[in-house]
């Protein structure tokens, strides 16, 4: 099986694709999609939509799993990330994508068996399934552990089996 993780935001949108077949998790791609501040909204959120279009063409998933909004201290950039996530689920149903949602505290809880665990504990846990890129972004470390919890939430594999 094959699952695009997404972490949905208006500058910034983490992606990763994670093959999961006999037990073993292969991250085939990981990146970002950044969207630069100085340009109007509506052009920022069209390249998302296109981005997204792309990667779907590219990696041929068979579902989606995007990450949920929940519970945002900024009031200035819960707009942005919600405008985001809603381009981001068109162009998944316009690929004919499956899609589900988590969110932060359901993939903490699944990735390292605590909701309310921080960023380096969720970045140790999905190291231990996959190879890490070469990154810092917490995007992108989010979208692998957004497509990680799919594949544990869904059934496919319930259990943890490397460690």
Do not use: W
């Amino acid at each position: 099986m094959r699952i695009l993780g997404l972490d949905p935001g208006l500058a910034i949108v983490g992606y990763s694709v994670i093959d999961y077949k006999d037990k073993q998790y292969n991250l085939v791609a990981s990146g970002s999609i950044k969207t630069p501040q100085n340009e109007r909204e509506a052009k920022r959120l069209l390249e998302i939509y296109e981005d997204v279009c792309f990667l779907c063409q590219k990696y041929n998933p068979q579902a989606a799993s995007v990450e949920k909004l929940y519970f945002f201290s900024n009031q200035k950039t819960i707009i942005g990330v919600s405008q985001a996530r809603g381009v981001i689920l068109a162009a998944l149903e316009k690929n004919g994508i499956n899609t589900y949602g988590y969110t932060p505290i359901e993939v903490k809880q699944v990735i390292t068996g605590y909701g309310r665990a921080s960023k380096n504990e969720v970045k140790k846990y999905v190291s231990l399934y996959v190879n890490l890129p070469h990154t810092n972004l917490d995007d992108t470390i989010d979208s692998i552990a957004i497509a990680i919890c799919h594949i544990r939430s869904t059934g496919i594999n319930p259990q943890f089996d490397g460690v």
